[in-house]
């Protein structure tokens, strides 16, 4: 069972920057990819960023492109998630999310369906 925790957030002003992380344990000998979604009251959970297992891969929202960059690191099971030019609109709860890299994942990455395991979420906020 794959567990995953996320953590780096907190109250920014606008044009800062974060770095968010997200810890995976219990993973068997398996190829996941990683997501990044966000998620505000009263909205659906929204597609951020993707990388796969290798991290040769890496896909952005428009709405979070040249702003953010999403990188791993396979040898301490770490996922990060750099944002930079921080907006009001920014303001959300970021979530991790793994799956197995499979073709489904490549084809339905920027969905929910394709991952199996979720963090509890961390909080963004970005105030002046």
């Known amino acids: 069972q794959v567990q995953l925790l996320e953590s780096g957030g907190g109250l920014v002003q606008p044009g800062g920057s974060l770095r968010l992380s997200c810890a995976a344990s219990?993973?068997?000998?398996?190829?996941?990819?990683t997501g990044w979604f966000r998620q505000v009251p009263g909205k659906e959970r929204e597609f951020v960023s993707a990388?796969?297992?290798?991290?040769?891969?890496?896909y952005y929202a428009d709405s979070v492109k040249g702003r953010f960059t999403i990188s791993r690191d396979n040898a301490e099971n770490m996922v990060y998630l750099q944002m930079s030019s921080l907006k009001l609109e920014d303001t959300a709860i970021y979530y991790c999310a793994e799956g197995l890299e499979t073709s489904d994942w490549y084809s339905y990455y920027r969905r929910k369906d394709p991952y199996d395991y979720w963090g509890q979420g961390t909080q963004v906020t970005v105030s002046s």
């Open positions: 990388i796969t297992w290798s991290g040769r891969n890496k």
């Open positions: 219990g993973r068997a000998f398996s190829r996941y990819a």
